[in-house]
Protein backbone atom coordinates (compact mmCIF):
# COMPACT_ATOMS: atom_id res chain seq x y z
CA UNK A 1 0.00 0.00 0.00
CA UNK A 2 1.04 3.61 0.13
CA UNK A 3 3.02 5.10 3.00
CA UNK A 4 4.87 8.17 3.63
CA UNK A 5 7.73 8.72 5.63
CA UNK A 6 8.75 12.13 6.92
CA UNK A 7 11.46 12.98 9.82
CA UNK A 8 10.97 13.20 13.34
CA UNK A 9 11.20 16.02 15.21
CA UNK A 10 10.83 18.75 16.95
CA UNK A 11 13.34 20.70 14.61
CA UNK A 12 14.57 23.81 16.39
CA UNK A 13 16.58 26.68 14.63
CA UNK A 14 16.90 30.17 14.66
CA UNK A 15 14.91 32.67 12.47
CA UNK A 16 16.63 33.21 9.34
CA UNK A 17 18.16 29.25 9.14
CA UNK A 18 17.84 27.23 6.20
CA UNK A 19 15.08 24.63 6.68
CA UNK A 20 14.84 20.86 5.06
CA UNK A 21 12.29 18.78 6.04
CA UNK A 22 12.69 15.08 4.44
CA UNK A 23 10.10 13.13 3.25
CA UNK A 24 10.11 9.84 0.56
CA UNK A 25 7.17 8.07 -0.53
CA UNK A 26 6.22 4.39 -1.01
CA UNK A 27 2.89 3.71 -4.22
CA UNK A 28 2.30 2.47 -7.01
CA UNK A 29 1.57 4.67 -10.28
CA UNK A 30 2.00 7.98 -10.04
CA UNK A 31 0.61 10.20 -7.17
CA UNK A 32 0.32 13.41 -6.72
CA UNK A 33 2.26 14.83 -3.53
CA UNK A 34 1.61 17.30 -0.71
CA UNK A 35 2.51 19.41 1.99
CA UNK A 36 -0.01 20.22 4.70
CA UNK A 37 0.99 22.93 7.81
CA UNK A 38 -1.16 22.94 11.15
CA UNK A 39 -0.88 26.13 13.37
CA UNK A 40 -1.39 26.23 16.63
CA UNK A 41 -4.56 25.96 17.48
CA UNK A 42 -5.69 25.14 14.03
CA UNK A 43 -6.80 22.71 11.34
CA UNK A 44 -4.28 21.26 8.67
CA UNK A 45 -3.83 23.84 5.64
CA UNK A 46 -2.46 22.94 2.29
CA UNK A 47 0.99 24.20 2.08
CA UNK A 48 1.84 22.80 -1.60
CA UNK A 49 1.60 20.32 -4.15
CA UNK A 50 2.64 18.86 -6.91
CA UNK A 51 1.14 16.31 -9.68
CA UNK A 52 4.20 14.93 -11.58
CA UNK A 53 7.65 14.09 -11.47
CA UNK A 54 10.20 17.17 -11.67
CA UNK A 55 7.05 19.69 -10.59
CA UNK A 56 8.03 22.29 -7.95
CA UNK A 57 5.19 23.18 -5.73
CA UNK A 58 6.12 26.16 -3.68
CA UNK A 59 4.03 28.79 -1.59
CA UNK A 60 5.26 31.61 1.16
CA UNK A 61 8.65 30.74 0.47
CA UNK A 62 8.24 27.06 0.95
CA UNK A 63 9.37 24.97 -2.28
CA UNK A 64 9.47 20.99 -2.71
CA UNK A 65 10.47 19.09 -6.02
CA UNK A 66 8.85 15.68 -6.71
CA UNK A 67 11.65 13.66 -7.38
CA UNK A 68 10.69 10.28 -8.94
CA UNK A 69 13.59 8.70 -9.17
CA UNK A 70 14.66 9.15 -5.15
CA UNK A 71 10.65 9.07 -4.00
CA UNK A 72 11.31 11.75 -2.12
CA UNK A 73 8.62 15.44 -1.67
CA UNK A 74 11.79 17.04 0.74
CA UNK A 75 10.14 20.57 2.01
CA UNK A 76 12.61 23.50 1.61
CA UNK A 77 12.94 27.45 2.67
CA UNK A 78 16.04 29.57 2.63
CA UNK A 79 14.95 31.43 5.70
CA UNK A 80 12.42 30.51 8.32
CA UNK A 81 10.48 33.26 10.75
CA UNK A 82 9.07 32.79 14.13
CA UNK A 83 5.91 32.63 12.61
CA UNK A 84 6.44 29.62 10.69
CA UNK A 85 6.62 27.63 13.49
CA UNK A 86 3.72 24.56 12.95
CA UNK A 87 3.87 20.82 12.29
CA UNK A 88 4.14 20.21 8.90
CA UNK A 89 2.85 16.76 7.02
CA UNK A 90 3.82 15.08 3.64
CA UNK A 91 1.31 13.16 2.10
CA UNK A 92 0.25 11.95 -0.57
CA UNK A 93 -2.73 10.81 -3.53
CA UNK A 94 -2.62 7.75 -5.25
CA UNK A 95 -5.74 6.32 -7.17
CA UNK A 96 -9.17 7.45 -5.50
CA UNK A 97 -9.73 9.90 -3.28
CA UNK A 98 -7.66 9.22 -0.56
CA UNK A 99 -4.85 10.74 1.36
CA UNK A 100 -1.82 9.26 3.15
CA UNK A 101 -0.03 11.34 5.39
CA UNK A 102 3.52 11.06 7.05
CA UNK A 103 3.75 11.39 10.92
CA UNK A 104 4.17 14.94 11.01
CA UNK A 105 7.46 17.36 11.81
CA UNK A 106 7.15 19.68 14.70
CA UNK A 107 9.23 23.04 13.72
CA UNK A 108 10.54 25.77 16.19
CA UNK A 109 11.88 28.82 15.29
CA UNK A 110 13.75 30.80 18.08
CA UNK A 111 14.68 34.32 17.58
CA UNK B 1 -11.36 30.71 2.68
CA UNK B 2 -13.03 27.51 3.72
CA UNK B 3 -13.63 26.98 7.34
CA UNK B 4 -14.22 24.15 8.83
CA UNK B 5 -15.27 23.95 12.82
CA UNK B 6 -15.25 21.03 15.21
CA UNK B 7 -17.49 20.83 18.50
CA UNK B 8 -16.23 20.01 20.81
CA UNK B 9 -12.78 20.90 20.96
CA UNK B 10 -12.47 18.64 23.58
CA UNK B 11 -14.04 16.09 25.67
CA UNK B 12 -13.67 13.64 28.44
CA UNK B 13 -16.19 10.95 28.86
CA UNK B 14 -16.27 7.72 31.46
CA UNK B 15 -16.27 4.63 29.93
CA UNK B 16 -19.37 3.18 28.35
CA UNK B 17 -20.86 6.29 27.53
CA UNK B 18 -21.39 7.48 24.06
CA UNK B 19 -19.53 11.06 22.64
CA UNK B 20 -21.00 12.77 19.60
CA UNK B 21 -18.73 15.31 17.36
CA UNK B 22 -19.51 17.00 15.09
CA UNK B 23 -17.77 18.88 11.92
CA UNK B 24 -19.25 22.01 10.20
CA UNK B 25 -18.52 23.51 6.96
CA UNK B 26 -19.17 27.03 7.89
CA UNK B 27 -19.08 28.99 4.15
CA UNK B 28 -19.36 26.29 2.17
CA UNK B 29 -21.32 23.32 1.11
CA UNK B 30 -19.17 20.13 1.71
CA UNK B 31 -20.24 17.20 -0.57
CA UNK B 32 -17.45 15.25 0.96
CA UNK B 33 -16.76 14.68 4.60
CA UNK B 34 -13.58 12.85 6.04
CA UNK B 35 -12.62 11.66 9.51
CA UNK B 36 -9.63 10.83 10.66
CA UNK B 37 -7.74 9.81 13.68
CA UNK B 38 -4.74 10.61 14.93
CA UNK B 39 -2.29 9.07 17.87
CA UNK B 40 0.42 11.40 19.76
CA UNK B 41 3.73 11.18 17.28
CA UNK B 42 1.61 9.22 14.17
CA UNK B 43 0.37 9.80 11.25
CA UNK B 44 -3.57 11.10 10.49
CA UNK B 45 -5.13 7.62 9.73
CA UNK B 46 -8.52 7.73 7.31
CA UNK B 47 -11.31 6.23 9.49
CA UNK B 48 -14.15 7.09 6.92
CA UNK B 49 -15.41 8.94 4.19
CA UNK B 50 -19.16 10.18 4.19
CA UNK B 51 -20.88 11.60 1.58
CA UNK B 52 -24.12 13.95 1.97
CA UNK B 53 -27.06 11.68 2.43
CA UNK B 54 -25.43 8.22 2.09
CA UNK B 55 -23.92 5.90 4.34
CA UNK B 56 -19.98 6.01 4.91
CA UNK B 57 -17.64 4.41 3.62
CA UNK B 58 -15.40 2.61 6.03
CA UNK B 59 -11.62 1.68 6.03
CA UNK B 60 -10.49 -1.35 6.52
CA UNK B 61 -11.10 -2.11 10.30
CA UNK B 62 -12.55 0.10 11.65
CA UNK B 63 -15.98 -0.57 13.14
CA UNK B 64 -19.00 1.10 11.73
CA UNK B 65 -21.10 0.09 14.74
CA UNK B 66 -18.78 1.70 16.80
CA UNK B 67 -17.78 4.75 15.12
CA UNK B 68 -21.30 5.86 13.91
CA UNK B 69 -21.08 8.93 11.04
CA UNK B 70 -24.20 10.68 9.78
CA UNK B 71 -23.68 13.46 7.72
CA UNK B 72 -27.27 14.24 7.12
CA UNK B 73 -26.59 18.02 5.08
CA UNK B 74 -24.32 20.07 3.11
CA UNK B 75 -22.33 21.41 5.78
CA UNK B 76 -22.82 19.06 9.08
CA UNK B 77 -21.62 15.23 9.75
CA UNK B 78 -21.44 13.71 12.98
CA UNK B 79 -18.80 11.05 14.42
CA UNK B 80 -20.97 9.39 17.39
CA UNK B 81 -17.79 7.14 19.23
CA UNK B 82 -20.24 4.32 21.16
CA UNK B 83 -19.28 2.70 24.69
CA UNK B 84 -16.40 4.35 24.55
CA UNK B 85 -13.28 2.48 25.98
CA UNK B 86 -10.13 4.04 27.36
CA UNK B 87 -8.12 2.57 23.81
CA UNK B 88 -10.73 4.87 22.34
CA UNK B 89 -8.90 7.92 23.54
CA UNK B 90 -7.39 10.00 20.08
CA UNK B 91 -7.36 13.17 18.62
CA UNK B 92 -10.33 13.17 15.99
CA UNK B 93 -9.86 15.38 13.08
CA UNK B 94 -13.33 16.08 9.97
CA UNK B 95 -12.27 17.33 6.64
CA UNK B 96 -14.41 18.41 4.13
CA UNK B 97 -13.85 19.21 0.19
CA UNK B 98 -16.40 20.92 -2.43
CA UNK B 99 -17.32 18.76 -5.32
CA UNK B 100 -15.51 21.34 -7.89
CA UNK B 101 -12.28 20.63 -6.10
CA UNK B 102 -9.73 17.27 -6.13
CA UNK B 103 -9.11 15.37 -2.69
CA UNK B 104 -6.26 17.40 -2.24
CA UNK B 105 -8.20 20.37 -1.80
CA UNK B 106 -9.37 19.03 1.61
CA UNK B 107 -10.34 21.80 4.51
CA UNK B 108 -9.43 20.41 8.36
CA UNK B 109 -11.51 21.32 10.93
CA UNK B 110 -9.36 22.03 14.21
CA UNK B 111 -9.78 18.65 15.95
CA UNK B 112 -11.49 17.17 18.84
CA UNK B 113 -9.20 15.61 22.04
CA UNK B 114 -11.23 12.44 23.37
CA UNK B 115 -10.39 11.02 26.61
CA UNK B 116 -12.09 8.15 28.28
CA UNK B 117 -11.59 7.18 31.33
Known amino acids: GNSVTQMEGPVTLSEEAFLTINCTYT??????LFWYVQYPGEGLQLLLK?????DKGSNKGFEATYRKETTSFHLEKGSVQVSDSAVYFC??????????FGTGTQLKVEL | GAVVSQHPSRVICKSGTSVKIECRSL??????MFWYRQFPKQSLMLMAT?????????EQGVEKDKFLINHASLTLSTLTVTSAHPEDSSFYIC?????????????FGPGTRLLVL
Open chain 2, 95 to 107: SANRASEGAETQY
Open chain 1, 27 to 32: ATGYPS
Open chain 1, 50 to 54: ATKAD
Open chain 1, 91 to 100: ALKGGGNKLT
Open chain 2, 27 to 32: DFQATT
Open chain 2, 50 to 58: SNEGSKATY
